[in-house]
């Protein structure tokens, strides 16, 4: 089994900047391609930006060039650097990743989702 916990949350001006984190934990796990969504207005989550295993990225065009995401696989770690933020970026923001597990017999991924960090950006 594996946990994702998010942080870095919060209020900020049109403008400013946050980084969000999401840290796995668990026992004997690999963490394989990671995305980045926030809530939207519907039911469906918007997928923001992805990285893979070995760190090409991609992003959605709305985010591109003011937001970064990044990962420290050595902290088991994923970031999302967000710059100029607008009131349109006000969200619940999650993690998503998929994970394998060394020595089980399924050889598939695994999918796992983050509680969410809420972003409120004043204007």
């Known amino acids: 089994q594996v946990q994702l916990v998010e942080s870095g949350g919060g209020l900020v001006q049109t403008g400013g900047s946050l980084r969000l984190s999401c840290v796995a934990s668990?026992?004997?796990?690999?963490?394989?391609?990671v995305n980045w969504y926030r809530q939207g207005p519907t039911k469906q989550r918007v997928l923001l930006a992805t990285?893979?295993?070995?760190?090409?990225?991609n992003y959605r065009d709305s985010v591109r060039g003011r937001f970064t995401i990044s990962r420290d696989n050595d902290k088991n770690t994923v970031y999302l650097q967000m710059n100029n933020l607008k009131p349109e970026d006000a969200d619940v923001y999650y993690c998503?990743?998929?994970?394998?597990?060394?020595?089980?017999?399924?050889?598939?991924?695994?999918?796992?989702w983050g509680q969410g960090t809420q972003v409120t950006v004043s204007s």
């Open positions: 990285i893979t295993s070995t760190g090409n990225t």
């Open positions: 998503n990743a998929k994970f394998t597990f060394p020595g089980e017999y399924y050889e598939g991924e695994y999918d796992y």
């Open positions: 668990g026992n004997s796990f690999v963490m394989n391609s």
